[in-house]
């Protein structure tokens, strides 16, 4: 059974065979064996000569067969290094390999039938690249530390590194590391390198010590192990120390005085010196300095940057009274702790024995101290308050003179004069006064808690004693006054000018009070209107501080002047006028905007600026040209020069001004003067007439004025001209001359305040020869000023009663117009053909015959 089994297996596989050969042959392709012999070796580097067999491939074939190889070697890289004989299969190298570059060949081998070309057998071959030390292993470079004074042996300082190109697998690629010297030579030091794989730690026993050696230099070398030769290179570490705190601060001195006046601070008084033989500048030489013995802090000591010195300082005054002599002493150590190191033994296993001192080690030296004595000098002090701020409360408005407080100041100086006296220092409402002697401080004025002076119901005033030492001195008290409220204030309104707008229905504004006083004295308020306000104003609501004035639809647009009563919670009441103005706001929305929307802007005043200086510059040009010494005389035109001014008011007759021309006075008449306007004065003429015998005017010393009978004349006029068609008034004066300064019997005033010289109207007549001697302009316009100075709006002085004296037409005649005197100077009766026909009634009464010879010539 088992012989059967194995036949039918084996007859199987032959089976199988002859179908996969039969599958071949029909597609003209034939599999053959296909196997990875063993692989052959080859030298790197190998000297030569070349070409040098590296082996044989041999195959067991009946029929001939061609030999070919490619890959690695022959058409890859490294390429042209293998060949083979194609008849007997002997594998030849051509040229040297690197192994560092390749260590392994991979080829494909291929045996061809000669006779019909086809692939007999395929092989793989690898050829192994045997490596040869050529490398040396070398250091990753040179190596650079710094390493502290302080530092304790053991420690690892540095760590180098080594590689060897080689195989790692063989002796040729592995190296050893050692420290092959250092420099300088230090027998207080030892370093050690300790290797692990391709890495080296370098350690150190004993001590640094910068004072000796800065750096040391440390040569390194990496060592191969091959069989054949060893190859090496060595490296540089440097190690570079630094230098720390292994010695203490010396004090070698101090400079200075050591004396401070009392009450004296912020100068210094003494320099202490140190030594220290640590590098300068480094935080192990940087000295710093602990005081002792000053529990008031009075003193301070810091160290100069410069010169390492302790620099003692005083900072707060001192007072002789304390002491004369203040003992300190000072310490000094440096910014970096200070540290020992001191080799005791050298064993050949393990650390040195090393006395190693720092940090917080209980076995540091003792720190070195220094006395100082500090000596302190009297000077005059100022005295002193007891307490030096004192609060009181006071009610407001106590009267003048009441007590306040009473300070106690006091003076410790023992060489020094201790007297002194109180003043007031600071009172800037000027309420207080003080004593001299005794410090007790009262009011000069009423405490007023609303002061601008007062800041939240407090005022302060500060009170001095000055001393009478040599320069005196000054003590300062404070005293803060607490003012309590008294209900001594009303409550105002915070604006009393108001605009409201017209509307069909009742419309409201705000109105807001305050009072100065403190509740319970202030708010809330009580408002009330005065006055007949009913159906047009009202208030609602009538409490608090703001309140709402309601406008009813009655009250008319224009300006309405408000009474409010406005009383405090305690009764206490102002009475305030409010302004409220009622207009259409169909074109504005406030009627106050109307007279905001008329202000000049900036540029608008610019512009009238300049305009006023363009005006002024042009008078000053005009007065400059008129001032002249010599003036010429314009003569009047021949014309009565009567005028007739407009009226720019509504109330009649009362800016109608028709001066007489007064310049064609004949003064050989006497001069009457009747006011027929207050601004007008009308001069009439009466024939042989002396300035003893003219009416209205009396003589007094040097002068002439106006007497009483001037006066009754003009009062009596109380018919007015207006109907003749002059346009201005006779009036009825209400008031005598001796309103205008012209009394009858005190009068001082001459003719000079009319222009006339003083003392040219004694004793002459008034005859044309003499008018030299008299301005009559001047006596117009001077009567027209006084005049005017009388007359008010709604009181003029030519208040009347229309009075009807004839018709156009006819002929008039009355009593009271019969006294005013006609000057009888030539009238030009050209002048007469063209008056209007309401001057026609005047001008009959005043020239009938000149009038009656134009009617009768038939001119008008």
């Known amino acids: 059974m088992g012989t059967m089994g194995a036949w039918t297996i084996s007859m199987l596989l032959i089976l199988a065979v002859v179908l996969t050969d039969s599958a071949t042959s029909r597609g003209k392709i034939r599999q053959k064996r296909n196997w990875i012999i063993d692989s052959f070796d080859m030298e790197e580097e190998y000297p030569g000569p070349y070409p040098y067999k590296l082996g044989k491939i041999h195959l067991d074939v009946k029929y001939f067969v061609k030999l070919h190889i490619c890959g690695q070697g022959v058409d890859l890289d490294p390429k042209d290094v293998l060949e083979i004989d194609q008849r007997d299969g002997t594998l030849w190298s051509k040229r040297k390999v690197n192994f560092e570059e390749y260590k392994l060949l991979k080829l494909n081998f291929e045996a061809k039938n000669v006779s019909n070309g086809e692939v007999d057998t395929r092989l793989g071959i690898e050829i192994q690249i045997k490596d040869v030390n050529d490398n040396t292993p070398q250091l990753e470079g040179d190596y650079k530390i710094s390493l502290d004074e302080s530092t304790k042996q053991g420690k ?4 180098v590194r080594a590689d060897d190109l080689d195989d790692s697998t063989t002796s040729n690629g592995t190296f050893d590391l050692r420290i092959v010297s250092v420099t300088p030579q230090d027998p207080d030091i030892d370093f050690v390198l300790a290797q692990a794989d391709t890495v080296g730690k370098i350690t150190f026993k004993g001590c640094l010590n910068y004072e000796k050696y800065q750096k040391y230099t440390i040569l390194v070398e990496a060592k191969d192990r091959g069989e054949v030769v060893q190859l090496s290179s060595t490296g540089t570490v440097t190690v570079n120390v630094n230098d720390k705190n292994n010695h203490p601060p010396i004090f070698t001195g101090q400079t200075g005085s050591g004396i401070v006046k009392e009450g004296e601070s912020g100068m210094t008084i003494l320099r202490i010196q140190v030594s220290d033989e640590d590098t300068e500048g480094t935080p192990a030489w940087k000295a710093k300095y602990m005081l002792h013995g000053d529990p008031g802090g009075y003193f301070k000591i810091t160290t100069d940057p410069e010169t390492n010195e302790g620099v003692l300082t005083v900072v707060k005054p001192l007072d002789y009274e304390d002491g004369q002599l203040r003992k300190l002493s000072v310490t000094v150590e440096n910014e970096e ?48 308050f007891l307490p030096d701020v004192k609060y009181i409360r006071v009610m407001e408005n106590s009267p003048v003179g009441t007590p ?14 201790s007297s002194f006296e109180y003043q007031v220092g600071k009172d800037p409402a000027g309420w207080v006064t003080v004593d001299s002697k005794t410090g007790q401080v009262s009011t000069t004025k009423v405490l007023d808690r609303e002061s601008p002076y007062v800041n939240d119901s407090l005022y302060t005033a500060i009170i001095w004693a000055v001393d009478h030492g040599e320069p005196p001195m000054t003590g300062t008290g404070t005293l803060n006054i607490y003012l309590i409220d008294e209900n001594d204030n009303v409550p105002v309104l915070d604006e009393n000018v108001l605009a409201m707008c017209l509307s069909d229905e009742p ?14 004295y202030s708010d809330p308020f009580h408002f009330e209107l005065l006055g007949d306000v009913q159906g047009r104003w009202k208030l609602d609501p009538t409490y608090g501080t703001k309140v709402n004035l309601v ?118 008449k006497a001069v009457n003067v009747k006011l027929i306007n207050s601004t007008n004065p009308v001069i009439v003429m009466q024939e042989s007439a002396t300035k003893s015998n003219v009416p209205g005017f009396s003589q007094y010393g040097n002068g002439v004025s106006l007497n009483q009978q001037s006066t009754q004349e003009i009062a009596s006029s109380k018919k007015s001209f207006r109907d003749m068609g002059f346009g201005y008034e006779e009036a ?38 003499e008018s030299s001697s008299i301005r009559p302009d001047v006596l117009n316009s001077q009567l027209i000023q006084r005049l005017d100075m ?15 004296y004839a018709y156009e037409g006819e002929p008039a005649s009355d009593a009271q117009l019969d006294a005013i005197s006609i000057p009888d100077s030539e009238v030009d009766s050209n002048l007469l053909q063209n008056l209007h026909p309401k001057f026609r009634t005047l001008a009959h009464i005043c020239r009938p015959d000149l009038m009656e010879g134009i009617y009768s010539n038939g001119t008008v």
Not at 156 to 159: A, K, L
Not at 345 to 353: M, S
Not at 354 to 374: E, F, K, M, Q, Y
């Open 337 to 384: 702790p200070y540290f020992t190191c001191q080799v005791n033994g050298r064993p050949q296993q393990g650390l040195w024995d090393v006395a190693w001192v720092g940090g917080d080690s209980d076995n540091l030296p003792p720190v070195i101290s220094r006395p100082i004595t500090i000596t302190v000098e009297d000077t005059n002090d100022p005295p002193v």
């Open 551 to 668: 406008k009813d639809t009655a009250v008319y647009a224009g300006h309405h002047e408000l009474t409010l009563k406005i009383s405090d919670s305690q009764g206490h009441h102002s009475l305030q006028n409010l302004s409220v103005t009622v207009c259409d706001c169909t074109e504005s929305q406030n009627c106050l905007s109307r007279s905001r929307s008329t202000e000049m802007g900036g540029s608008a005043i610019g512009i009238v600026i300049l305009g006023l200086l363009l005006l002024l510059a042009l008078l000053l040009l005009a007065s400059l040209i008129s001032c002249k010494s010599e003036k010429v005389f314009i003569q009047p035109e021949e014309s009565p020069g009567w005028h007739l001014l407009p009226s720019n008011i509504e109330t009649p007759g009362t800016d109608c001004k028709v001066p007489y021309p007064v310049d064609q006075v004949d003064i050989g």
């Open 156 to 159: 690892d300082i540095i760590t």
């Open 790 to 804: 009388l007359e008010t709006f709604e009181n003029e002085l030519g208040d009347y009663d229309p009075h009807d």
């Open 507 to 520: 419309i409201s504004a705000s109105i807001t009070a305050q009072d100065l006083d403190l509740s319970p």
């Open 404 to 417: 306040l407080y009473k300070f106690t100041a006091d003076d410790h100086d023992g060489v020094y004069a």
């Open 732 to 769: 009825s004066i209400r008031k005598s001359f001796r309103e205008f300064g012209y009394a009858e019997a005190s009068s001082r005033k001459s003719f000079r305040e009319f222009g006339y010289a003083e003392g040219s109207m004694m004793n002459r007549k008034f005859s044309h020869q």
